[in-house]
């Protein structure tokens, strides 16, 4: 009864705290105009070079093939190697392909679409948002590596261990709520058809099911990716401003000291306390302020991949926004956050003390562009983004038909009688 009240309390202070915030946050705007004006426009051109042209032809694009019911046919195609991997439905092979592709939130963003479309329950949903809502590779090879860093060998480096940290994060998280239902795959309706009929049959009933004509399915999906894509923007700028304005006004050094005690644990140098604070809420300030910091290349480039791999608290708002009119909780996504981050981390350490040369093979050149804010690097993010995401959908779809083959056979056994 204690412990009840005491929570209780928790949630009230909570309460009144983030009303706190804001009044705080505003007087800080009103105390340094110059200051918050020249950092939002700094998230402005953040949105506008990076963001928009990366996810707004997934934003549309995604929600037109989910109302086609291309979605429901890898549902059912993909099933074999989604399930026994991951513990989450076929469909979540689209998000995972989509989110890979083109980076945050559009795994958030199509995993709350999933669970409206009951394509999948509430504890899959979570599973899924936990490995597939990652950064895109044209980020951390474009903006990072050769933006910031201008060395295109970590590039290879931090999306290496970004990937291979995702896929071993999801292997855990598919012990997340194992005894929990699951949503159960199509059935057959004949004993003679195969998998590509049933996904097909599949995909005709979703069409059928959601009845809009093609005009008005492209104008809603041009309609709420613009939304969408505003709503990025706000919390971008918000946090870009909220950032500067904890910097001038001298919070980071007042915290400084307790992310100090926690580098030395782990053997890191002080001076990238700032990145980390800063990484806290926002990816690029975060990996910015790394780079420049006055440490060793080896600490620097692990800080930068933990900061992707968290993601920062601009994200995960986004993430909140996207998901809030389903019952998915953001706790086990924010926990895989965390989990990722040090999954990153040391998966660049291990990656970081081969020869950096030895990287030189896996470079590949056309990634090798630092996003600028003309349409010629737009036409290039959407390009680029695109052909991963048909190469990833080309590999999950490979692997399926192999499981899907090893499933089917039949093993024959033979009884041995004695007379």
Not at 111 to 130: D, F, I, P, Q, Y
Not at 289 to 305: C, D, G, Y
Request: net charge positive; charged share 15%; hydrophobic share 55%.
């Amino acid at each position: 009864m204690r412990i009840k009240k005491l929570f209780h309390k928790m949630f009230k202070a909570f309460q009144l705290l983030l009303p706190a915030l804001a009044v705080i946050i505003t007087i800080s705007i009103v105390r340094f105009p110059d200051e918050a004006f020249k950092s939002a426009l700094d998230g402005l051109d953040v949105w506008f070079t990076i963001v928009l042209p990366a996810l707004l032809p997934f934003f549309i694009g995604s929600q037109l093939l989910m109302g086609l019911g291309v979605v429901h046919f890898m549902g059912v195609l993909l099933e074999p190697f989604m399930r026994p991997l991951f513990n989450v439905p076929g469909a979540g092979s689209f998000v995972m392909a989509m989110g890979l592709a083109s980076g945050y939130p559009v795994g958030a963003m199509l995993t709350g679409k999933l669970v409206k479309s009951k394509l999948c329950n509430t504890w899959e949903a979570e599973r899924l948002m936990s490995f597939t809502n990652t950064a895109d590779p044209l980020f951390m090879v474009g903006a990072v590596a050769v933006g910031m860093f201008k060395d295109v060998r970590l590039g290879t480096v931090i999306a290496l261990a970004h990937y291979i940290s995702t896929f071993i994060l999801g292997l855990i998280m598919r012990f997340y709520a194992r005894d929990k239902e699951i949503t159960p795959s199509v059935s057959i309706s004949k004993k003679q058809e195969g998998i590509v009929m049933k996904a097909t049959r599949e995909l005709l009933r979703a069409r059928k099911v959601d009845n809009r004509s093609f005009g008005k399915l492209l104008g809603d999906c041009i309609k709420d990716s613009i939304n969408s894509m505003l709503m990025v923007l706000g919390f971008i700028v918000l946090f870009s401003v909220i950032i500067r304005i904890v910097t001038v006004a001298g919070l980071i050094s007042i915290i400084s000291p307790f992310i100090e005690i926690i580098l030395k644990t782990f053997g890191l140098d002080r001076n990238l306390a700032p990145a980390i604070f800063s990484g806290l809420f926002e990816i690029t300030i975060g990996a910015q302020l790394a780079n420049v910091a006055n440490a060793p290349l080896i600490q620097r480039v692990i800080i930068v991949s933990s900061i992707i791999a968290w993601s920062g608290f601009s994200v995960h708002f986004q993430v909140m926004s996207m998901v809030s009119d389903t019952k998915i909780k953001i706790a086990p996504y924010v926990f895989a956050r965390l989990l990722h981050a040090f999954l990153a981390g040391v998966t660049t350490y291990v990656l970081m003390i081969m020869p950096i040369g030895s990287f030189e093979t896996f470079v590949i050149p056309a990634f090798a562009m630092s996003p600028q804010s003309t349409s010629e690097s737009w036409l290039y993010i959407f390009k680029m983004s695109t052909m991963i995401f048909l190469l990833l959908f080309t590999l999950i779809l490979f692997l399926s038909v192999i499981f899907h083959l090893i499933k089917s056979l039949h093993i024959i056994g033979f009884k041995v009688i004695k007379k």
